[in-house]
């Protein structure tokens, strides 16, 4: 099963090298990382998504709580809580179906970036990784360029906040 594990973890040098070397380790695989600082600059916010039944997503909780810099762990995925990814992709573009490029950007609420050249357009989307997946699915037809994705972030809903 698809987990999503958020880590306060202190600000400084070397901390995200423990925390991948640990997952290495025991061969546990990160599907996603991000890594942010928080309001307060001295600790940091990682959003790391991974797979495994419940047995090793509590092995790797519990590994992850013993790490000096690791201030606090939670698994958020029985939550309920809000998960999104950003996507930039630049797609192929030609003054023929560069305006059907734009009405599938505005009905997806995707923002194009960058269009300074008629060949391709860079758009910018947000939202479930799902709705992600589709969007790339739509452009497909019209020859993708690049893409680049963020990997989830993700909170708690309601007012009580994951913090230090």
Do not use: C, W
């Not at 990382?33 to 519990?62: C, F, W, Y």
Request: a neutral charge; hydrophobic letters at 45%; proline letters at 2%.
């Amino acid at each position: 099963m698809r987990h999503t594990i958020t880590i306060l973890v202190e600000n400084e040098f070397g901390v995200l090298t423990r925390i991948a070397g640990l997952f290495s380790a025991r061969g546990y695989n990160i599907e996603s990382l991000n890594v942010a600082p928080t309001l307060d600059k001295t600790v940091s916010r990682m959003t790391l998504v991974t797979r495994g039944d419940e047995h090793i997503i509590e092995q790797i909780k519990k590994q992850l709580n013993k790490l000096i810099p690791v201030i606090k762990v939670e698994d958020i995925s029985h939550l309920v809580h809000m998960e999104r990814e950003m996507l930039l992709v630049k797609v192929a573009s030609s003054p023929d179906n560069r305006s059907e490029l734009v009405t599938m950007a505005d009905e997806a609420r995707a923002k194009i970036v960058d269009s300074v050249d008629i060949n391709y357009l860079s758009m910018e989307l947000t939202g479930a990784a799902e709705k992600l997946d589709a969007f790339i699915k739509l452009l497909e037809p019209f020859g993708i360029i690049e893409v680049t994705r963020t990997g989830s972030v993700g909170m708690r809903r309601g007012v009580k906040g994951f913090v230090v």
